[in-house]
């Protein structure tokens, strides 16, 4: 089993459609959360960072469930900037150490 | 702006040959940075942690002789692939974050190997 996993897609919206992607991590001593975007063959770039309490970044809403071990990414009202692959990504231990891992993402295409 | 920089952005060589890549954190000291690699469609797969002043720590199968990591100071570390063949042609990022905060990523070589 993958220490992080996701749905690769892709999601095919349409603009304004309202988009949701979960990610299953396998480590129950996960500390640290993150959501980074990946254009193609660009590096990531995070996106944003996910909190226990869920956490809201304009059109973005991150969320984690550790008793499920899965964290959510919601895009509400999809813009043709937002296609790109979005990787869930997950640090064992505490955020003080740059160790991610890292799922092997999941590609939205948002069409016109 | 940019506070990880990487150079090369790409690279094409000759089988049997090293590069090197440099990974530079700007305007900060990175006592630890990170070498991942990511294979089409595939997802980014760590190698090593790169410490300054001491030797790198390497993921279990990556092999460090090939792989040379070198951390001369708080700003730099440098990835050199020797002796490199086409299964080692990939897209290589580093990686570093400030005392608190996110990592910060490079903007990545991608290596052609002939």
């Known amino acids: 089993r993958k220490e992080v996993e996701q749905d690769p897609g892709p999601f095919n919206v349409p603009e304004g459609a309202t988009v949701a992607f979960n990610c299953t991590y396998s480590n129950s001593a996960s500390q640290s959360f993150f959501w980074y975007r990946q254009d193609c063959r660009k590096e990531p770039k995070l996106l944003m960072s996910v909190y226990s309490s869920g956490n809201e970044d304009g059109r973005f809403t991150a969320q984690l469930n550790r008793a499920s071990q899965y964290i959510s990414l919601l895009i509400r009202d999809s813009k043709l900037s937002d296609s790109a692959t979005y990787l869930c990504?997950?640090?064992?231990?505490?955020?003080?150490?740059?160790?991610?891992?890292f799922g092997q993402g999941t590609t939205l295409q948002v069409k016109p | 702006g940019a506070v990880v920089s990487q150079h090369p952005s790409r690279v094409i060589c000759k089988s049997g040959t090293s590069v090197k890549i440099e990974c530079r954190s700007l305007d900060f000291q990175a006592t630890t940075m990170f070498w991942y690699r990511q294979f089409p469609k595939q997802s980014l797969m760590l190698m090593a942690t790169?410490?300054?002043?001491?030797?790198?720590?390497?993921e279990q199968g990556v092999e460090k002789d090939k792989f040379l990591i070198n951390h001369a100071s708080l700003t730099l570390s440098t990835l050199t692939v020797t002796s490199a063949h086409p299964e080692d042609s990939s897209f290589y990022i580093c990686?570093?974050?400030?005392?608190?905060?996110?990592?910060?990523f490079g903007n990545g070589t991608r290596l052609t190997v002939t």
């Open positions: 790169s410490n300054e002043g001491s030797k790198a720590t390497y």
């Open positions: 990686s570093a974050r400030m005392v608190i905060g996110p990592l910060h």
């Open positions: 990504v997950v640090s064992p231990l505490s955020s003080n150490t740059g160790k991610l891992i």
